[in-house]
């Protein structure tokens, strides 16, 4: 479901390493995976998370405003969303922020799990500091479909990565979160080695609030054989189940 909403502000200051500012174009993200900890960080509390996407039609707009007055900085460009996800297609929040950012000269640095971001490249080329990240948390898409069921399979991906190299954008993967006993971080890693993205960032699987259920719910569908060791690095972590 897409619901329509009005905001008030449009950049907050980020304490991500290496960005200044966070614009997120949509409340809620359709990719919907599993180890998302979005939610949480948003107060989330409108249904099971993917079901719902509320996008912010005036934050162009507003973002217009805030840009000619805010001291300039790296904008994160979907850190508690995915900017790419399938609803811009129709909605280019994300399309109509960056041609913003382009013409007052902001750096950005895109993440996102989507080969949407492909749709932007003659914007993106045009900009002089411009970084995008594509997320991998496996080469098997198999995995990939439960884990995150709403993105874009694993070859879009590398895909993605390939084509935004080749037009000159700086890449970098963010590998993670490493799957104890699912991802294969070597196949991944050699797998990269054929798209060369800039950099690679690497995370562990992070078991904040109300993502330990969903995990845990996750590996008790579909891999019930790891449902105990799952619950070891649980109890290790002191997180009770
Ligand atoms: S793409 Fe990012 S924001 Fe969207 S559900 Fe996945 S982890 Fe959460």
Same mark, same amino acid.
């Given at each position: 479901?897409?619901?329509?909403?009005?905001?008030?502000?449009?950049?907050?200051?980020?304490?991500?390493?290496?960005?200044?500012?966070?614009?997120?174009?949509?409340?809620?993200?359709?990719?919907?995976?599993?180890?998302?900890?979005?939610?949480?960080?948003?107060?989330?509390?409108?249904?099971?998370?993917?079901?719902?996407?509320?996008?912010?039609?005036?934050?162009?707009?507003?973002?217009?405003?805030?840009?000619?007055?805010?001291?300039?900085?790296?904008?994160?460009?979907?850190?508690?969303?995915?900017?790419?996800?399938?609803?811009?297609?129709?909605?280019?929040?994300?399309?109509?922020?960056?041609?913003?950012?382009?013409?007052?000269?902001?750096?950005?640095?895109?993440?996102? %799990?989507?080969?949407? *971001? !492909? #749709? &932007?490249?003659?914007? @993106? $080329?045009?900009?002089?500091?411009?970084? +995008?990240?594509?997320?991998?948390?496996?080469?098997?898409?198999?995995?990939?479909?439960?884990?995150?069921?709403?993105?874009?399979?694993?070859?879009?991906?590398?895909?993605?990565?390939?084509?935004?190299?080749?037009?000159?954008?700086?890449?970098?993967?963010?590998?993670?979160?490493?799957?104890?006993?699912?991802?294969?971080?070597?196949?991944?890693?050699?797998?990269?080695?054929?798209? %060369?993205?800039?950099? *690679? !960032? #690497? &995370?562990?699987?992070? @078991? $904040?609030?109300?993502?330990?259920?969903? +995990?845990?719910?996750?590996?008790?569908?579909?891999?019930?054989?790891?449902?105990?060791?799952?619950?070891?690095?649980?109890?290790?972590?002191?997180?009770?189940?």
């Amino acid at each position: 479901m897409i619901n329509e909403i009005l905001v008030k502000t449009a950049l907050s200051h980020s304490k991500l390493p290496g960005l200044d500012y966070a614009l997120n174009p949509y409340r809620g993200c359709q990719h919907a995976c599993v180890y998302c900890y979005a939610p949480s960080v948003i107060h989330w509390g409108q249904g099971k998370w993917g079901d719902l996407v509320e996008v912010k039609v005036n934050l162009p707009r507003i973002l217009s405003k805030e840009l000619r007055v805010k001291k300039k900085g790296i904008v994160g460009l979907g850190t508690v969303t995915d900017p790419y996800q399938p609803a811009e297609k129709k909605y280019e929040i994300t399309r109509r922020c960056l041609e913003l950012l382009l013409m007052h000269d902001f750096p950005v640095c895109i993440q996102t %799990k989507s080969s949407l *971001v !492909l #749709r &932007d490249i003659d914007l @993106l $080329k045009k900009f002089p500091n411009m970084e +995008v990240g594509i997320t991998l948390t496996s080469n098997d898409d198999s995995l990939r479909q439960k884990l995150e069921p709403g993105a874009s399979s694993v070859e879009e991906r590398l895909h993605a990565l390939s084509e935004l190299s080749k037009n000159g954008i700086k890449t970098w993967v963010f590998l993670g979160p490493v799957m104890p006993y699912l991802t294969d971080v070597e196949a991944l890693i050699s797998t990269l080695s054929l798209v %060369k993205p800039g950099y *690679v !960032l #690497r &995370d562990k699987l992070r @078991l $904040k609030d109300g993502v330990k259920d969903s +995990v845990l719910g996750f590996i008790r569908e579909f891999y019930p054989h790891l449902t105990e060791k799952y619950e070891t690095i649980l109890a290790e972590m002191n997180i009770t189940s």
